[in-house]
């Protein structure tokens, strides 16, 4: 069964975008995911297609209105729609690689892409909407972030990575941050690729590439040690 997505966008045209080329855009084009974007305007109801409006309280910008967002959301994932309703937000939790992949075993997601200043609070609520962060940085929209999200999920599909193995050997799987890597030529501008990478020796390798990768974390991202020996879904 094909994983569901739809997006909810000021912005179609922005999808699938990247995601309709290489490895995310084969699967598309097998059915291994389906994306529907609507276009929140339509369901719009003055002669301009507002969807948005000023600030309660005053200041700068716009908001997006409740009522409209509801009505879109209602027309494109109604009570008893399965999948996650998401908002992309840089108010909400995190991403991390452990929500990628509980999203991805599930049957789809709604994504809803804010732009302006932001949606108003109330829609959040009323339809429970799950507040997604891709980083703390502010996009201009979040249809970026939208396309972040997806192609983190449509690689851990079935049958959409070559190597099955490679997505569980990754950056974050089990708290680490992948080891170094090299291939031909063996001389790059003086530099070798560390011996014990050539020697055969299985052992040695998975080793050093584990002791890489703790070094590397513990330089880096200190913060990720914390996360060691939970079990990869939360
Ligand atoms: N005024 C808001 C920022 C609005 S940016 C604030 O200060 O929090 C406009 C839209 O871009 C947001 O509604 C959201 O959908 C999207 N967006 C911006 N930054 C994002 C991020 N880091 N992660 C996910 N979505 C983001």
């Known amino acids: 069964m094909s994983f569901r997505v739809s997006v909810l966008t000021l912005y179609p045209e922005m999808f699938p975008g990247a995601l309709g080329l290489s490895l995310a855009g084969r699967a598309l084009a097998d059915d291994t995911w389906s994306l529907e974007t609507v276009q929140i305007r339509d369901y719009a109801t003055d002669r301009h297609r507002t969807v948005d409006d000023t600030p309660a309280g005053g200041g700068a910008g716009m908001v997006m209105r409740a ?109 680490l941050l992948e080891h170094p890597h090299y291939t031909r030529p063996q001389e790059f501008e003086g530099r070798t690729i560390p011996d014990v990478l050539t020697s055969g020796n299985h052992a040695r390798i998975a080793a050093w590439r584990r002791a890489e990768a703790e070094r590397l974390t513990a330089e880096r991202r200190p913060d990720l040690t914390a996360l060691r020996g939970q079990p990869v879904t939360k």
């Open 67 to 175: 009522d409209i967002l509801a009505k879109a959301i209602d027309g494109t994932a109604p009570e008893g729609d399965p999948r996650p309703r998401l908002l992309m937000s840089p108010r909400g939790r995190p991403l991390t690689q452990a929500r990628v992949r509980e999203l991805a075993a599930g049957p789809g997601v709604t994504i809803l892409c804010g732009r302006f200043e932001g949606v108003d609070q109330r829609v959040i609520e009323a339809r429970a909407l799950e507040e997604v962060s891709i980083g703390d940085y502010i996009l201009s929209g979040g249809e970026p972030a939208a396309l972040v999200l997806l192609d983190a999920i449509v690689r851990l599909l079935p049958g959409v990575m070559g190597n099955e193995a490679s997505g569980t050997q990754e950056s974050f799987e089990d708290g």
